[in-house]
């Protein structure tokens, strides 16, 4: 199956038949909350950081929190046959969705990114579904095709009949961050879900690290109290700590019970872009949005 994150959570696999437990609805309910605010956090960042700094400097936090969780737990690393995939886990979502959105949300509009995002569940689902040489059946390729042609319409329709440079990011955003999904979703079948993250974002320190004092000394930096929260949210929130609840919550009441929740994520995106961003949002973007997760909910029962 699929989740959403740094905007949205990496894949996990739970147990079918899994009981229902009223405090897993809750922590997977608080994880679809704090991704949803991954892109108005972002873009409060960006009043006083500069793209490569605010991602840079938000996966140094995140990986330090990570980092203090595994040691405090004594966590023992992950076998080296493993860290290939972790690898592709950080580049995808460590680096490369948290980059490719920031620079996308300098010109777009959170609400207008929160929709393209939204078929993120069916990029991922297709990317599974051809890393693990499933064979789908034609209602999932055709519930994928649809979204995927709703979305590109919004797309072009807001963007003056043509493809903007935010889009662009926000394509190729789709495409890493789905291939990270899916390779998280592989390894969370042998080692817990924020584990693997955990140890993807402190992969990345190595080269986080200098990124954010090069990025630091070269872009200016003002710091104001939307800035700072924008920046602590998407590494705290966005980045671990709404994906330890959500993997915990996952794990208590099994991923499609969770999926159905994950559903509301791109509109709550729209309800936080207005109320904290002040945005308007013209009526295709809650229009596309709804369609688009008709869409995800067609691709859940196709592959169930």
């Known amino acids: 199956m699929r989740a959403q994150s740094s905007a949205i959570a990496p894949t996990a696999i739970a147990v079918s038949g899994t009981p229902r437990s009223p405090s897993g609805t809750v922590q997977a309910a608080l994880g679809v909350t704090a991704f949803s605010l991954t892109f108005p956090a972002t873009a409060w960042g960006l009043e006083g950081f500069g793209p490569w700094s605010l991602v840079a400097v938000r996966s140094v936090l995140a990986a330090f929190l990570a980092g203090a969780c595994l040691l405090l737990l004594r966590v023992a690393p992950p076998a080296r046959s493993h860290w290939a995939g972790l690898a592709v886990v950080a580049a995808g979502v460590v680096v490369g969705f948290p980059l490719l959105t920031t620079l996308a949300l300098r010109t777009s509009t959170t609400a207008h990114a929160a929709v393209v995002v939204g078929l993120l569940p069916l990029t991922t689902a297709v990317m599974s579904a051809l890393r693990v040489g499933a064979r789908p059946s034609r209602t999932f390729w055709a519930a994928a095709l649809v979204g995927a042609a709703a979305v590109l319409v919004f797309t072009v329709q807001q963007s003056g009949g043509a493809l903007s440079s935010a889009d662009l990011y926000l394509f190729a955003a789709l495409l890493v ?69 959500w993997y915990r919550g996952m794990a208590a009441i099994g991923i499609p019970r969770a999926s159905q929740l994950q559903l509301a994520q791109p509109l709550l995106t729209l309800v936080w872009s207005v109320l904290l961003l002040g945005e308007h949002v013209t009526v295709a973007a809650p229009v596309t949005a ?12 196709a592959r169930s």
């Open 290 to 301: 709804a369609a688009v997760l008709v869409c995800i909910a067609v691709t859940q029962r």
């Open 177 to 245: 961050c789905a291939a990270g999904y899916t390779e998280g979703g592989r390894l969370a079948r042998i080692m817990p879900g924020w584990q693997v993250i955990g140890w993807a974002l402190v992969l990345c320190l190595p080269l986080t690290v200098p990124a954010a004092a090069v990025a630091l000394a070269h872009e200016p930096v003002r710091l104001t109290a939307h800035s700072v929260a924008g920046v602590i949210w998407v590494a705290a929130g966005s980045q671990f700590l709404g994906l330890v609840v």
